[in-house]
């Protein structure tokens, strides 16, 4: 399976600034996915990152409070931005090697708080 | 709106017993079914993947799929204080590349 990095791991900002999470994959995939998890509850959907698209967001999740990179096929972006409390989650990125029959498989994960 | 729906638990089951983890799914046209572990603090591992009906056994672990009944389970033999952690089922929308996640059940495994 790929080998999956992300970073940072964890950080703490100020409300109303924006973080960019960065997610980088030791091999070309065909797929790669934003989630979010929040405390003591499963992984929600953001956005499918396409490569060389605009990425495909999920209900509730807009472009302009997540907006997200995917220049290539081993590297993806997500911005959480003009961050509030409410922000304060884990956010994980995924890949998937190939076909719909692919599993997805999760990088370390950003902590993230807002204070 | 796809679902996944699975007991939160937790479940408690004594070392060396057998777990038995369930979950239904509300989309018969999923294809692909995963079963995730998640320790606190870390991110899903992938632990076992079904496709067709039937059993699928790795090790310690077998994962059993049902379609018509949109039913799929892990069955966890020899349960180590080590097994003890989130399990996430997670199918996939159609024939898409997407999963849709149950929120998981809880196992610990008691000593």
Not at chain 2, 17 to 26: E, H, Q, V
Not at chain 2, 38 to 65: C, H, V, W
Request: proline residues 4%; charged residues 15%; neutral net charge.
């Amino acid at each position: 399976s790929a080998v999956i990095s992300q970073k940072p791991s964890r950080d703490i900002c100020q409300r109303g600034t924006s973080l960019t999470i960065q997610c980088q994959v030791d091999s070309q995939v065909t797929m790669m996915f934003w989630y979010r998890q929040q405390p003591g509850q499963s992984l929600t959907l953001i956005a499918t990152a396409n490569q060389g698209s605009e990425a495909t967001y999920e209900s509730g999740f807009v472009i302009d409070k997540f907006p997200i990179s995917r220049p290539n096929l081993t590297f993806s972006t997500l911005t959480v931005s003009n961050m509030s409390p409410e922000d304060s989650s884990i956010y994980l990125c995924s890949a998937s090697l190939g076909n719909s029959n692919q599993p997805q498989h999760f990088g370390d994960g950003t902590r993230l708080s807002i204070l | 709106q796809k679902e996944v729906e699975q007991n939160s638990g937790p479940l408690s089951v004594p070392e060396g017993a057998i777990a038995s983890l369930n979950c239904t799914y509300s989309d018969r046209g999923s294809q692909s079914f995963f079963w995730y572990r998640q320790y606190s603090g870390k991110s899903p591992e992938l632990i076992m993947s079904i496709y067709s009906n039937g059993d699928k056994e790795d090790g310690r672990f077998t994962a059993q799929l049902n379609k018509a009944s949109q039913y799929v389970s892990l069955l966890i033999r020899d349960s180590q204080p080590s097994d003890s952690a989130t399990y996430l089922c997670a199918v996939n929308e159609g024939y898409g590349n997407k999963l849709v996640f149950g929120a998981g059940t809880i196992l610990r495994v008691k000593s």
